[in-house]
């Protein structure tokens, strides 16, 4: 475990603790002194669960007394809707205030969620080129590297020496997101090349930036995907990627700090849609935010998928209930024969799912996936089924016929499962289309129909004379 | 879609191409030549393709014409498994060549995989203290903070002066990892500051970097889990993290690129283990280079102890076996009822897991969950029961007391299963387990005992005289 941040966080509860019973003597300016100990972004985590546990009112009257340049800085850092929250409790004055000074990109995101008559508001004490900006901003698609970027960049001229650029740089550094990496641009403002800060620092004065800029350089467009561009961000290591519009004229730059916000979330997207969760609402907001409504909305579809394969399930058993009723002891397998048929398969969509996912596994693999499958399913069966051998004739007292009907379908099913479970995946992203939200119910459906039709075949088989 | 990155890898495309027509015609500068015109990182990606297309001495042919530097970056940027597999290739030599030239913790890296002789031959021509850390290094565990540092970072001296420092920073920042963020060291080699290179540029030359140095920050130690490492970097956005040893004194840095990779790395593991595959060899391999047992071993173990479940499951249906011999119908529904419990109760405890290991929710919450869970649990039922109803009685033609058994057997299964599936990975995450790992396992195999135990319950209820 993790002694740093153990203390830390230690540290935090015993401060929270300090807070809230300020608080409730009314000894504000001491609770925000206990704050002011703390980095922004621990602020920030201190405030939310005060909102959590004192309410809204004390969380803004704290908020309101840290000094301003580091309210704005904590601002940056809340979690949207504990934005929004704050934002209905302090004056129009102070909003205007903190959304000034806030950086581009932050600006952006709380305009996106602030209500449309404040954001109005705000955007009437806005200088006209600012207005101008964020109006087109604003108009990026979500989740598209336009919504992403900053406009606050260096901007260097090829023909300036590097000591020129440093100057500049130390006029204007302390409003750019990031001052690491800077950006030629030519008169007509396409970007001709990057330069890196270490770079200049490393190089003598008079050197002329055209001489030592790189222009092999990878950019991206402003309606690239974002889960394209965080995949661009991992393969470089790059600390910011300049965007381009359809022209080629430098329009932004997205630094390596939102992309690990766009990691996370595209990380749960996949999550959730392999396991039947379909977010419409595609607003990152968390579990606890989302209504009951909007959560069965996103439930539903999966499920109700389902309910048509089920029936396909339900008409096979049917055709086999004169059989089942006369050996009534083959229904007690079903569930487990159906349910392990389901969970190999999906351990083998899984893994395609997610190599596909991260690059590790290929569409033209698909060969050597198959017969690497077909093998571990074999393996697998085999040692299930023996297990069941066992079980349906010693531990249930089962005649011998039917113990061979469970452990031979178990083989036969593991096998097909892990043959469906690799394949669907691969031919669902050939088709376009995304793995992680077809995959699963496609699986689900097919491997039951397929699991009991191998079940009943074996007992066809095996007790025959019987049925 | 991105057009940059398909106008990139479609141009890749064509280059791949007519590197293989020159790589068949024996044209290898030709062929260099074409590799040359991109950057380490794609020429990484490129050489990866040609040893799947043209074999391995191929690809060695071409890397050993690369120019040396180059060959290098090159190398840091290919997958492990094709590092070992090129240093097969090429001589001791160029190995130990390459070896010394790489970024430290790209070392490391490769040196964990080289086979042990390799390993020796290359430590034999290291100068003794370099040999001394490189052990060091070696012996952190895996997955831990110390296995990702690196020792090449900047350190200052709190009496310097910012132009002092600037000097420094040009002598050595060559060798350094990176040179934006440096750290300030006592005598006694703790860890007393950090400044940034942009606040050193903004500054004046004669400053002393005592008065400018941030002593409020975030450290690591050594052996701290890198789960808890990336969640720094995405809580703070820093470039670059210090990690220090028990004594508190600094030992090396960790980067934002090296924390890209922990991160799908970490989510990879995360979507595997709550779909039932547990890497028992960690060693972040491919899927593809991963044997057919190792596959078969990563699997089993849920898929046994779910054996032992339905051990439970099938001795509920056998002791309800008269009952089903009579009414053979209700045999049909009870894949769909046991499927949609499984189902949906994934789905609330895949958002649940997801939103412990995102701290979306917190174990606190506990209650405000479940409410919500009931809620959601209550209106997918219902619609789901009204779909069933439907189903049962008008298109298989059973009549209405079996429809009732099935459609309100449906509402109360949804609600445990919404219920079961929230609140066990709290469980699971209150005695400090990881929810991934045995959530899933744990809902399965309750849930489908439960949703068979409210099914014969219902049958009894509403075909009591029939049973």
Redesign the interface.
């Known amino acids: 475990?993790?002694?740093?941040?153990l203390e830390?966080e230690d540290y935090m509860d015993i401060s929270m603790e300090k807070i809230l019973d300020f608080l409730d003597q009314r000894k504000y300016f001491d609770a925000r002194d206990e704050l002011l100990k703390y980095?922004a972004?621990d602020i920030a985590?201190i405030l939310e669960d005060i909102n959590d546990e004192a309410g809204l009112r004390m969380t803004v009257i704290l908020f309101r007394l840290l000094p301003k340049d580091i309210s704005v800085d904590v601002f940056s850092y809340l979690q949207a809707e504990d934005q929004v929250d704050l934002v209905r409790g302090i004056t129009d004055k102070e909003i205007s205030f903190i959304v000034h000074e806030l950086d581009f990109d932050d600006k952006i995101d709380i305009l996106e969620e602030l209500p449309a008559n404040l954001v109005n508001k705000i955007l009437e004490n806005t200088p006209k080129d600012e207005r101008k900006l964020i109006n087109t901003f604003l108009n990026y698609p979500e989740n598209s590297?336009g919504s992403l970027m900053t406009p606050e960049y260096i901007s260097l001229k090829p023909e300036w020496t590097v000591g020129d650029a440093?100057k500049h740089?130390?006029n204007v550094?302390?409003d750019a997101e990031t001052?690491?990496t800077c950006y030629v641009k030519d008169f007509s403002r396409h970007l001709i090349g990057i330069v890196s800060?270490?770079t200049m620092?490393?190089s003598d004065d008079d050197t002329k930036i055209v001489d030592i800029m790189r222009t092999?350089f990878?950019?991206?467009?402003v309606?690239?995907?974002q889960e394209?561009?965080s995949?661009?961000?991992?393969?470089?290591?790059y600390?910011a990627l300049p965007v381009?519009d359809m022209e080629n004229r430098l329009v932004g730059i997205i630094t390596?700090?939102d992309?690990?916000?766009v990691?996370?979330d595209e990380?749960?997207e996949?999550?959730?849609r392999?396991?039947?969760?379909i977010d419409f609402e595609n607003k990152d907001r968390?579990?606890?935010d989302i209504s009951?409504?909007q959560?069965?909305k996103n439930?539903?579809p999966?499920?109700?998928i389902?309910?048509v394969a089920?029936?396909f399930?339900?008409?096979i058993?049917?055709s086999f209930?004169g059989s089942?009723?006369k050996v009534?002891?083959l229904?007690?397998?079903?569930?487990?024969l159906?349910?392990?048929g389901?969970?190999?398969g999906?351990?083998a969509s899984?893994?395609?799912i997610?190599?596909l996912a991260?690059d590790?596994?290929e569409l033209k693999?698909w060969l050597?996936?198959l017969w690497?499958e077909i093998?571990?399913g074999a393996?697998?069966g085999v040692?299930?089924s023996a297990?069941?051998f066992l079980?349906v004739w010693l531990?249930?007292g089962n005649p011998i016929p039917i113990a061979l009907t469970v452990s031979c379908a178990m083989i036969f099913i593991v096998i097909f499962a892990k043959m469906l479970g690799s394949m669907i995946p691969i031919i669902v992203k050939r088709i376009n289309l995304d793995p992680a939200l077809i995959a699963n119910p496609a699986i689900?459906s097919v491997s039951?129909a397929v699991a009991?039709s191998i079940y009943f075949l074996m007992a066809m088989i095996f007790l025959g004379s019987m049925l």
């Open positions: 475990m993790d002694n740093t941040a830390r980095n972004a985590d590297a440093m740089i130390k550094g302390m001052i690491y800060l270490s620092v490393v092999e990878v950019s991206e467009k309606n690239t995907d394209e561009v995949d661009d961000f991992k393969k470089y290591g600390l381009v390596f700090d992309i690990l916000d990691m996370e990380a749960t996949d999550i959730e392999m396991n039947g969760v968390g579990y606890l009951v409504w959560h069965a439930r539903l999966w499920l109700l389902l309910m089920y029936v399930t339900g008409r058993i049917t209930e089942l009723s009534i002891a229904v007690a397998y079903m569930p487990m159906m349910g392990t389901g969970n190999t999906s351990q899984t893994l395609i997610r190599g991260t590790e596994v693999d050597k996936i690497k093998r571990i393996l697998i040692i299930l297990v069941n079980r531990l249930d689900s039951d009991l």
